[in-house]
């Protein structure tokens, strides 16, 4: 059943009205709703208290934070803050979107007192702990952001949402899925759990050998990468290589911490790990061909040797031994490498 999700944007106003904006509109076209309270902006307590009703009805809170800490109550606290408190007392999954140059936000939205400025450095700790928490510079970089960290929301931290009245189920409908269930459970009884599971295909040995392409950018601008040689080599062989060049960055959602691997930089790497190994020297401007490397990602994780994305870290206790000893081990990599096409060593130099 097809749900959209109540997202409450919280920040500063006036400072932050075209990034508000750029939110709202990313969040819609996430298929989402976006709440924003310059609908009814929190200048006093009695307003704080129905923006507080608002905040109970959505399903993911979004702050983001800038130059200013906001209008103050009389409590000492900006409402900005406030919003914020009561987003963590009622246990809403929290996204924090912090700008990364505050030095280059312009004086008139920047705080100008001192007093200011140090609440709104406390408050950033305060946001910024235990929970997940992404840099921003322009507002291009925040809706990325923002489209991102509410998509991994969705999939980690799953919330009620909302669906159509006319959507939800009949007595009708409830009573076919009582009667499908039923007949489910005969089944079960009758041909065992597994019997109509799809037959996945084991992962082959660790000593079987597979290929993969090594590519070299292009000199002419928008010309794609060029293959310049595929090899034959065990995925056992390639483990260490793969594991020293791995390239990832690092997050926390609401205490849980997790990896995203940075293909880019890792074929970067892997390449010329592989290449310095087999011929003596790294080319730069070389990477390993990214659906290769996707198929060693897939592999090394059915094999346990790496985690699917959940964690602080990519290897496994497994994987970690492994590389070591396969490190240990290896001899040269020269003696169990096959060139199917192209030819090595390849250039370092630079063609034009």
């Known amino acids: 059943m097809s749900k959209k999700y109540q ?47 608002v905040i109970d009805d959505c399903d993911y809170y979004v702050l983001i934070l800038a130059g200013r800490y906001g209008t103050i109550a009389e409590d000492g606290l900006s409402y900005t803050e406030k919003e914020f408190r ?16 505050t030095g280059s936000i312009p004086i008139d939205k920047s705080e100008s007192v ?19 928490r992404t840099p921003w510079e ?3 970089a925040l809706k990325l952001a923002v489209r991102v960290a509410l998509d991994h929301a969705k999939a980690t931290k799953p919330r009620p949402g909302w669906v159509r009245a006319d959507r939800l189920s009949s007595p009708e409908i409830l009573e076919e899925n009582r009667n499908l269930r039923k007949r489910i459970d005969q089944l079960v009884s009758e041909n065992g ?25 292009s000199p002419g601008y928008g010309s794609d990468p060029i293959e310049v040689c595929k090899i034959e080599v065990s995925w056992r062989d390639l483990f260490p290589y793969f594991q020293a060049s791995l390239a990832c960055e690092f997050g926390d959602w ?24 087999l011929q003596g020297f790294a080319v730069p401007n070389c990477s390993i061909n990214e659906a290769d490397f996707q198929r060693l990602v ?35 990599l020269n003696e169990r490498v096959n060139v199917v096409t192209g030819s090595l060593p390849i250039s370092d ?3 034009f």
């Open 193 to 217: 759990a597994g019997a109509w599971e799809t037959s996945l295909p084991k992962p082959p040995s660790i000593e079987e050998t597979t290929s993969i392409r090594v590519i070299r950018d």
């Open 7 to 53: 997202v409450f944007i919280s920040s500063t106003y006036t400072d932050l009205i075209a990034e508000r904006k750029a939110v709202e509109e990313t969040i819609i076209r996430a298929g989402d709703i976006p709440v924003g309270m310059e609908a009814f902006p929190a200048a006093d307590d009695e307003q704080f208290e129905f923006i507080k009703t």
């Open 138 to 140: 322009n507002i291009d």
């Open 349 to 351: 130099e630079i063609p």
């Open 254 to 277: 609401g205490g849980s911490e997790y990896f995203s691997i940075d293909a880019k930089k890792s074929t970067n790497a892997f390449a010329n790990e592989i290449l310095f190994e």
């Open 86 to 101: 009561y987003a963590v007392e009622k246990e809403i999954p929290i996204l924090v979107f912090l700008h990364s140059d």
């Open 298 to 332: 897939a592999y090394y994780t059915e094999v346990k040797f790496m985690y699917d994305g959940a964690g602080a870290e990519p290897f496994t206790a497994d994987g970690k031994t492994a590389g070591r000893r396969m490190r240990i081990a290896t001899g040269s």
């Open 114 to 132: 001192d007093r200011s400025r140090k609440k709104l450095e406390k408050f950033i700790k305060l946001a910024s702990k235990k929970r997940m």
